[in-house]
């Protein structure tokens, strides 16, 4: 079945630098991709909708100059979370969809990430 | 706003049980996929079963069912013969073709022996 790839499945980094988080579909052609934050025993936010060679769309109170996703082949999309903050601390959860429209979606494995 | 409801935040069933989830969903559309993920402590979205609006046949997976009511916009999951590992966190989601996945807020399940 279809996969898809996130990389890494955690990251610890100290306040203020950049982390850069990767989401694959490796078997198949994702002409959109989605980024989600899920905080503990919470349900999935969605973030922002990755669509290849444009820019993203980003859901109503997410940053996008901290958030900065690219999606820059059809197998690939990134999402880099610049000068993070403790309060950025979350899993971030990527999924992606096959470019036949009734496909259903497939998500990674998620990464979490800790700021210090 | 087009939502998705899951009222009940915790559930718990005895193994060989059988147990129902519940949800309900706001849409203004027509054609839609429904969905139930599970999200067990590993935090992988695990797929358990998809209906498509506007097939009236319930969807069915080996031990898992869901009675869907297109006009009560409801969507529950049945999960019979409960086992250990059926132990996690479910959630109801819906979209329509291409889009992001809208969950509800998730229940979790516990299983006892």
């Known amino acids: 079945g279809a996969v898809v790839s996130q990389h890494p499945s955690w990251v610890i980094c100290k306040s203020g630098t950049s982390v850069k988080i990767e989401c694959r579909s490796l078997d198949f052609q994702a002409t959109t991709m989605f980024w989600y934050r899920q905080f503990p025993k919470q349900s999935l936010m969605l973030m922002a909708t990755?669509?290849?060679?444009?820019?993203?769309?980003?859901e109503q109170g997410v940053e996008k100059d901290k958030f900065l996703i690219n999606h820059a082949s059809l197998t690939l999309s990134t999402l880099t979370v610049t000068s993070a903050h403790p309060e950025d601390s979350s899993f971030y959860i990527c999924?992606?969809?096959?470019?036949?429209?009734?496909?259903?979606?497939?998500f990674g494995n998620g990464t979490r990430l800790t700021v210090t | 706003a087009q939502t998705v409801t899951q009222s009940q935040p915790e559930m718990s069933v005895q193994e060989a049980e059988t147990v129902t989830l519940s949800c309900t969903y706001d849409?203004?559309?027509?054609?839609?996929?429904l969905f139930w993920y599970k999200q067990p402590p590993s935090r992988q979205m695990i797929l358990v079963i998809r209906?498509?609006?506007?097939?009236?046949q319930n969807a069915t997976e080996n031990r898992f069912s869901v009675n869907f009511q297109k006009a009560a916009k409801s969507f529950s999951l049945k999960i019979s013969d409960s086992q250990l590992g059926d132990a996690a966190m479910y959630f109801c989601?819906?979209?329509?073709?291409?889009?992001?996945?809208?969950f509800g807020k998730g229940t979790t399940l516990s299983v006892s022996s």
């Open positions: 989601a819906r979209n329509q073709a291409g889009t992001a996945l809208i």
């Open positions: 999924s992606a969809s096959n470019v036949g429209l009734s496909s259903p979606l497939h």
């Open positions: 849409t203004s559309e027509s054609d839609y996929y």
């Open positions: 209906q498509e609006a506007y097939k009236q």
């Open positions: 990755s669509n290849e060679g444009s820019k993203a769309t980003y």
